[in-house]
C-alpha cells in the first residue's frame, strides 16, 4: 500500500509538469486536484513550440498513455533547424543534411495543454485559484487563493514554476543571475507581415548569431513566429535601460542600436511584433541546492530548479519530474510521504544540477564571439552524415 492512500493531494499550477503528475497519480487512483490562476483553460495564449526529448517529456506521456494523442498533435518538420549569422547568410540547415528521424519531435504548447487536460477526470483543474499560501492545518495544509477560496489537502506539490510561491515554504534558496536577459515578442499571420523571415525559417526555427549576441526565431501551427533576443547584460537592465516594453518604437530604436550592423531582415519581427515585449532576465538555481524533504510538501519542474531556456530542458525536466515523484509516491517500499519525497528529491536535484551546469555552458557559448561553431559542432555531432 503506498504511502499517499486515502490522501488528497493538490498541485499547485496547470503547467506540463502539474497536469503530467495529476495524470500520473489519477491513472492509479489518488485523489488529485490541480489549482491553476488562469480564469478558465482559454484564457492565455500558450507559448512557443516545445520540443520533447525521447528520455524526458516524451517518455512521461509514454507512461502516461498519451502517445496517440501526442502524435496526432506534434507538428513534422518543426524541429528543422537553421543557424545564420547577423546578414542572414544560413550557415547551417537541418533540411540540408542528412538526419535521422527525429526523436525530439515538436509540439506548441496549447496542445500539449490540451491533450494533458482532457486525460484528466472532469474538474480536476480548479481554475481562477491564484496561490496566495499555506497554513499548516492538521497533518496537511490548507491553500488560499487571491479570489477568497481556500483549500484542504494532505500533501501540496508546488508545479508554480520560476516564480513559485509554494517554494519559500520548502527552502529560502533563491537563483542567482544568469548573466543575461532575453527580450521575448510574437508575429502573428507571419506569412503576410514577415514574409522574408518566415521565408527564411521555412516552418521550423532559426538561430541568429553574432557579436556574443543571439536572435531565435520559431513557427508555430497557428501562423504566429515567437521570437527572443538573447544579450549579456546586468541583472536589472531592463528596469535600468528606460524601455517601455509596451512601446514597439522604443523597443525597435533599441533593437537598430544594440544589434547595429545586423541585416534589416532582422528587424523586420520587432515592427511586426504585437501586442508587446516581455523582458526576461535569466535566472538559475544554485547547483548545490538542497534541503531537508518534508512529508507533505514538494514541488517539481521551474520551481525546483529554474534555468535558462538554452539546452531546451525546461519542460521535459519538469514532466520527467512528475514522472518520478508519482512512481516514488506510488511505491509500496516507502512507508511515508516523507521517505517517497525525500527519495524523489534527492534524485531529482542530482539530475537538475548536472543539467543546468550544461545549460550555463551552452547559454554562455550561444553569447560569445564562438557561438555559430559552438552550435555547429554539437549539432553536427549529434546529426550523422
Given at each position: 500500500m503506498s504511502s499517499i492512500n486515502n490522501k488528497t493531494i493538490a498541485i499547485?499550477?496547470?503547467g506540463p509538469g502539474g497536469l503530467t503528475l495529476a495524470r500520473?497519480?489519477?491513472?492509479?487512483?489518488a485523489n488529485v486536484k490541480v489549482y491553476d490562476r488562469d480564469?478558465?483553460?482559454d484564457a492565455r495564449v500558450q507559448g512557443a513550440t516545445l520540443d520533447l526529448h525521447e528520455e524526458s517529456g516524451l517518455h512521461a506521456l509514454h507512461q502516461a498513455g498519451l502517445m496517440d494523442a501526442f502524435n496526432?498533435?506534434?507538428?513534422p518538420g518543426a524541429d528543422a533547424l537553421r543557424i545564420a549569422d547577423k546578414n542572414a547568410n544560413i550557415l547551417w540547415d537541418d533540411d540540408a543534411n542528412t538526419r535521422e528521424e527525429t526523436n525530439r519531435p515538436e509540439?506548441?504548447?496549447g496542445p500539449l495543454r490540451k491533450i494533458l487536460l482532457e486525460s484528466l477526470q472532469p474538474d480536476t483543474v480548479v481554475w481562477d485559484s491564484n496561490f496566495v499560501s499555506l497554513t499548516p492545518e492538521g497533518n496537511g495544509w490548507k491553500l488560499h487563493f487571491k479570489n477568497g477560496t481556500s483549500a484542504l489537502a494532505d500533501i501540496v506539490i508546488g508545479a508554480d514554476g520560476a516564480n513559485s510561491k509554494v517554494r519559500p515554504y520548502i527552502t529560502p534558496i533563491k537563483p542567482f543571475f544568469a548573466g543575461m536577459t532575453a527580450i521575448e515578442g510574437a508575429v502573428y499571420n507571419a506569412e503576410i507581415v514577415s514574409p522574408k523571415v518566415f521565408k527564411l525559417i521555412n516552418g521550423g526555427k532559426i538561430f541568429a548569431m553574432s557579436d556574443s549576441k543571439s536572435l531565435i526565431v520559431s513557427s508555430k501551427g497557428d501562423g504566429s513566429m515567437p521570437f527572443y533576443t538573447g544579450c549579456n547584460s546586468t541583472e536589472n537592465w531592463s528596469k535600468d535601460s528606460g524601455i517601455d516594453f509596451n512601446d514597439k518604437a522604443q523597443v525597435l530604436a533599441w533593437f537598430?542600436?544594440?544589434?547595429?550592423?545586423?541585416?534589416e531582415i532582422w528587424q523586420e519581427v520587432f515592427e511586426n511584433a504585437?501586442?508587446?515585449f516581455i523582458p526576461r532576465p535569466q535566472y538559475c538555481m544554485p547547483l548545490d541546492q538542497t534541503w531537508e524533504a518534508l512529508p507533505n510538501l514538494t514541488m517539481l519542474g521551474d520551481a525546483a530548479h529554474l534555468m535558462p531556456p538554452y539546452a531546451g530542458e525546461g519542460v521535459n525536466m519538469a514532466m520527467l519530474d512528475a514522472v518520478e515523484l508519482a512512481e516514488c509516491l506510488l511505491n509500496d517500499n516507502y512507508t511515508d510521504t516523507k521517505s517517497a519525497i525525500a527519495a524523489y528529491e534527492t534524485q531529482m536535484r542530482k539530475r537538475a544540477s548536472?543539467?543546468?551546469a550544461l545549460t550555463l555552458e551552452s547559454t554562455a557559448a550561444l553569447h560569445s564571439p564562438a557561438a555559430i561553431n559552438y552550435l555547429i559542432n554539437i549539432i553536427s555531432g549529434s546529426h550523422p552524415e
Open positions: 499547485v499550477g496547470g500520473l497519480l489519477q491513472m492509479n487512483g480564469f478558465n483553460k496526432a498533435n506534434y507538428r509540439i506548441d504548447r537598430k542600436q544594440e544589434f547595429e550592423g545586423w541585416d504585437e501586442p508587446k548536472e543539467i543546468a
